[in-house]
């Protein structure tokens, strides 16, 4: 049995090593690179990107790492770790610390110093809820572990700021200009963790804010948490890592660095110094050590405000030739007949997906739209959600129902419709947003967060 089981590894290692050749490489670190990893928690940065810092390191590049939390929310994990149960608040900021220390050990390890990791202490499990509730005039979000509202950690660089939007954003803009980057890797904007979504989101408005100060970095986006994968589970450095299989439709396209046995090795050592976390998880977390690191982003939408442009014919084209991902056995995908378009027509954004007939009018959508202006500060434009049940909704803004007026929705045996217009969302020039339907049958790409960059023509 045990013979048999090591032959279906061989096989089926043998069988991805040659799909994953079909993954382009990422640009090699140059000694003159300047990189700042961005981890949602400790250990993220090694999970997907232990390889980069080797390299990196050996190359002689300039690397910082921004740890967005502490990974202080993670109580299961630590129940078994400490054997005891954690409930009071110095307890969580105990977790904490420990998540620091193993996150210093670690990257020592992989030959970065201590001053070459930066710590924000912002809350874990809740930093979604703050960039899509707390800003500005809203009150601080209040952990729902720690209890507390502010940065609890006096050796952060964020110590003792509240828990809000414009506080978590400005640090990364002060961060970004003194480190100046040429090269950013962060987490997902498909990843399931909503720490791990919120941190691109705030990335890539500061990077707007920023674009005048220095040019755009390359951003590469490292995928951690997605349902089912990766697969097998538990340490296998004799295979590939391969993107799950629920991103085969969709647009994103795929990079890989190829690790040497050695880096594999290395980055396996660096993730056993998370104790906290591999005594519960180990069987998942060593996963990720494998002979290779995928990078993956969507292209961005470009939609223009002249009802006589058809952009999202151009955007579906762009699917069905491939030229949007990486041209793989799988990457010829057509569009489905779930997937979701964006236009704009008389002032309105337009969003439709196609239904399957059996759903009729029973269907559940939530959207969220967060839009950018570059003539508005981010934190006073409107962070929408519009959640809908066959033909009503509700529209929430900054967490609170609001009335609004001019949206609408269409529902066909075919079709949902959603309208809302370009005013209502304070004319955006770019929008970040995620379309989600129950039931989901939606692709990857309307489930992710998406740019969709919008050209201000008059209306003809």
């Not at 755009?216 to 450095?237: C, E, M, N, Q, T």
């Not at 049940?389 to 949206?407: L, P, Q, S, T």
């Amino acid at each position: 049995m045990r013979k048999a089981i090591a032959l279906i590894f061989i096989i089926t290692g043998y069988f991805l090593s040659a799909y994953a050749q079909d993954i382009p490489a990422i640009e090699p670190i140059k000694g003159t690179d300047k990189i700042m990893i961005f981890a949602p928690h400790p250990d993220d940065e090694a999970l997907g990107c232990g390889g980069i810092i080797q390299e990196a390191v050996k190359a002689g590049a300039d690397v910082r790492i921004i740890y967005l939390t502490h990974g202080d929310h993670n109580q299961f994990a630590f129940i078994v770790y400490e054997k005891r149960l954690t409930i009071r608040q110095n307890e969580f900021i105990h977790m904490g610390e420990v998540r620091r220390k193993e996150a210093v050990k670690a990257m020592e390890l992989l030959g970065l110093k201590s001053e070459n990791l930066i710590f924000l202490g912002y809350p874990d499990f809740g930093t979604f809820a703050i960039f899509s509730q707390h800003w500005v005039k809203a009150k601080p979000y209040r952990s729902i572990l720690t209890r507390i509202s502010s940065v609890p950690y006096k050796s952060d660089f964020s110590y003792g700021f509240p828990y809000k939007g414009e506080y978590i954003l400005s640090d990364l803009k002060s961060l970004l200009l003194l480190y100046k980057p040429n090269k950013i890797f962060v987490s997902h904007l498909a990843d399931v963790n909503g720490d791990h979504k919120a941190l691109p989101l705030f990335l890539e408005v500061a990077l707007a804010d920023l674009r005048n100060d220095f040019p755009r970095p390359k951003v590469y986006h490292y995928l951690i948490h997605s349902v089912g994968w990766p697969l097998p589970r538990h340490y296998h450095p004799e295979l590939s890592l391969l993107p799950p299989e629920k991103f085969d439709q969709a647009s994103v396209k795929w990079e890989q660095r190829i690790l040497a046995p050695e880096e594999v090795h290395g980055k396996y050592q660096s993730m056993l110094c998370y104790r906290s976390q591999t005594s519960s998880s180990a069987f998942y977390l060593l996963s990720f050590c494998r002979k290779n690191e995928l990078f993956g982003s969507a292209p961005e939408i470009d939609l223009f405000t002249s009802p006589k442009s058809s952009p999202v014919a151009d955007f579906f084209k762009q699917l069905s030739s491939g030229k949007g991902g990486q041209k793989t056995k799988k990457a010829a995908a057509k569009p489905k007949p779930e997937d979701v378009s964006y236009r704009i027509a008389g002032g309105n954004l337009v969003i439709t997906t196609k239904k399957r007939q059996e759903l009729d009018r029973r269907l559940i959508t939530v959207l969220y739209i967060f839009g950018y202006s570059y003539s508005r500060p981010f934190p006073l434009m409107p962070k929408i959600r519009i959640v809908t049940k066959y033909n009503r909704y509700k529209v929430f803004k900054e967490g609170r129902v609001i009335k609004a007026d001019g949206i609408g929705i269409k529902i066909t045996r075919a079709e949902f419709e959603i309208r809302i217009p370009l005013s209502f969302l304070k004319d955006p020039d770019f929008i970040l947003v995620s379309f989600r339907a129950n039931p989901d049958t939606l692709p990857q790409d309307a489930l992710s967060f998406r740019k969709i960059n919008i050209t201000k023509q008059k209306e003809q």
